[in-house]
C-alpha cells in the first residue's frame, strides 16, 4: 500500500506522508554509489515515497544531476523540493557565505532547471536566510518564478519566527524545513505556534539524529574524514556516551514493539501533527524500506509520553552543529 498524503501549507501542496533527503547520495555521508542511489530513487517511487529532497548546493551540482538522470521519464510521478540561497563559485560552495540576490535566484533556478531536467521546481526554498538581502526581496522574486512557472510553491530553511512572517506577508510560504526530531526539539517553544498561526507545513529534517537515533552510531573519530559525523559536536567524547544512554529508551520501545530503532523515531514525528512531514535521508533501498514502513507503526499515548521525557530538550549532549554553521541559523 502506497504511502498516504500530507499537505504542506494552505496553498495546496500535497506531499507523500515520508519523503527522501537525497543530500547523503553525494556528499557528507560516505562515498558515492550512483547505481545504488538510483535504484534506491526508483524504489521510493514504487513505494510512494515520492517527495524527494535536493538543493543546488549537494555536491555542488551533482545531487541535482543524479535526480535528472534518475527521474528521466518518471518526473511527473514526483514532489521535486529544491534549493537556493549558498555562494558556488568555479563549482565549490564558498564557505557558508550566502547569497540570495534576487539575480542569483533566478540563475539558481535556471541551473537547477537544467540539472535536474524539469520545467519547474514543486518547492523552492531558501537553504538559509541572507541577512544583507530583505526576506520581502526574496519572497518577491521566488512570487515571480511562481507565476512564471518555473515554481509552484514557496519554502524557507532555518528561518526565524521574524523572518516567516515578513516573507508570508509578501508571499505565501507553504513549508519550513528545518532539523526536527526526538534528538532536535528546538522549533517547539515558538516556530511550530507560528507554523500552526500561519497555515505552514513543516518538513524535517535529520528525523533520525543523523544516524543517532538508528541505533548504529560510532564515535566521531570512527567516521571517514569527509564524513559529517566526523565534526558533529554530539558524536564527539562525552557528548557521544551521554548521547547513547539518552537514546536508550528509543532501541527498548522499538524491540517490545517489534521495530526498528528509527521507525520509532519516524512514527512518533508522524504522530506529533498531520501538518509534518519528515525527509529521512538514506542511499540504501533497505534503510528506505525500512524508513517507509514506520508510517505503519502507532504509538500510543503513554509511548508518546515517554519518549518526551526521555529526550526532552536538555537531555541530547551537545550543539547540533560546530560554531561556524550555527551562525547560518535564523534563530
Known amino acids: 500500500m502506497p504511502l498516504p498524503h500530507r499537505r504542506l501549507g494552505s496553498q495546496g501542496l ?60 518518471r518526473r511527473d510521478q514526483v514532489v521535486l523540493a529544491s534549493k537556493f540561497g549558498f555562494s558556488i563559485k568555479d563549482g565549490k560552495q564558498v564557505g557558508t557565505d550566502r547569497d540570495s ?74 513549508a519550513l524545513q528545518s532539523e526536527y526530531s526526538l534528538w532536535e526539539r528546538n522549533l517547539e517553544a515558538d516556530i511550530i505556534p507560528v507554523l500552526r498561526d500561519l497555515g505552514i507545513g513543516l518538513v524535517a529534517f535529520s528525523p533520525l539524529g543523523r544516524g543517532f537515533l538508528t541505533g548504529a552510531v560510532k564515535r566521531a573519530e570512527e567516521y571517514p574524514e569527509k564524513d559529517f559525523r566526523r565534526g558533529d559536536p554530539r558524536y564527539q567524547g562525552a557528548n557521544f556516551d551521554a548521547n547513547v544512554a539518552a537514546a536508550t529508551l528509543v532501541s527498548e520501545m522499538a524491540a517490545r514493539k517489534q521495530a526498528k530503532p528509527g521507525q520509532i523515531a519516524l512514527a512518533w514525528i508522524l504522530q506529533k501533527s498531520p501538518h509534518i512531514v519528515p525527509i529521512p535521508g538514506t542511499k540504501r533501498r533497505a534503510y528506505l524500506e525500512e524508513n517507509v514502513a514506520a508510517e505503519r507503526i502507532v504509538l500510543d499515548p503513554s509511548e508518546m509520553q515517554a519518549l518526551d521525557a526521555a529526550l526532552a530538550p536538555g537531555k541530547v549532549s551537545g550543539k547540533r552543529y560546530n560554531d561556524k554553521i550555527m551562525q547560518t541559523i535564523d534563530r
Open 14 to 73: 500535497e506531499v507523500s506522508a515520508i519523503g527522501l533527503g537525497c543530500m547523503g547520495m553525494s556528499q557528507s555521508y560516505g562515498p558515492a554509489d550512483e547505481g545504488e542511489s538510483i535504484a534506491t530513487l526508483h524504489r521510493s517511487i514504487e513505494l510512494g515515497c515520492t517527495f524527494l529532497d535536493t538543493a543546488e548546493v549537494y555536491g555542488p551540482f551533482t545531487n541535482e544531476e543524479l535526480l535528472g538522470r534518475a527521474l528521466k521519464g
Open 101 to 174: 540576490r534576487p539575480e542569483h535566484i533566478r540563475a539558481a533556478v535556471e541551473g537547477s532547471l537544467s540539472r535536474l531536467g524539469t520545467d519547474h521546481i514543486d518547492l523552492l526554498y531558501q537553504h538559509r536566510v541572507d541577512p544583507a538581502v530583505p526576506i520581502e526581496e526574496v519572497a518577491r522574486t521566488v512570487g515571480e518564478l511562481v507565476r512564471e512557472g518555473k515554481v509552484r510553491y514557496f519554502g524557507l530553511s532555518e528561518a526565524g519566527v521574524a523572518t516567516i512572517r515578513r516573507a508570508h506577508a509578501v508571499h505565501p510560504v507553504s
